[in-house]
């Protein structure tokens, strides 16, 4: 009787032990692709929009200079549903939009850029 409970015993920790280490390679390879997967896109859109940074010069006044980047982050274009875009925020609270995929303005906060914004119709 103690030898069949110790073999039971025996046979519980070695199905725990396999089954532990089939769900942590099942679990393990589905999360290092959809990581290596995401990095992949979010490294190709920064590699991709690195020279786009618009440079407005139409306003020429001295308080110009003292406007400097101050975040920019690619972000899920989800407007469209589809995509990303690289948004450049400036220390005077404004914002430029860039697609990813040809450096093109596609947004801004700016009134002189308004006109250089691709049309909506």
Known sequence: MKNAIIVLIG?????????????????GSDDNQTDDTNAS???DANDTVKNATF????????DDDDVYVVSEE?????QQGEGY?????YS????????VDTGELIG???DSDQDKLPSME
């Not at 440079?55 to 001295?62: A, E, F, L, Q, T």
């Not at 690619?74 to 989800?78: L, P």
């Open 11 to 27: 046979v519980i920790i070695a199905l725990l032990i396999v089954g532990g280490a089939i769900a942590l390679t099942n679990t």
């Open 41 to 43: 896109v979010i490294e």
């Open 55 to 62: 440079r407005d010069d139409s306003n020429s006044s001295s």
């Open 74 to 78: 690619v972000k899920f274009n989800a």
């Open 85 to 89: 875009y690289r948004e450049v925020t």
């Open 92 to 99: 005077d609270g404004g914002f430029r939009q860039f697609d």
């Open 108 to 110: 801004s906060s700016y």
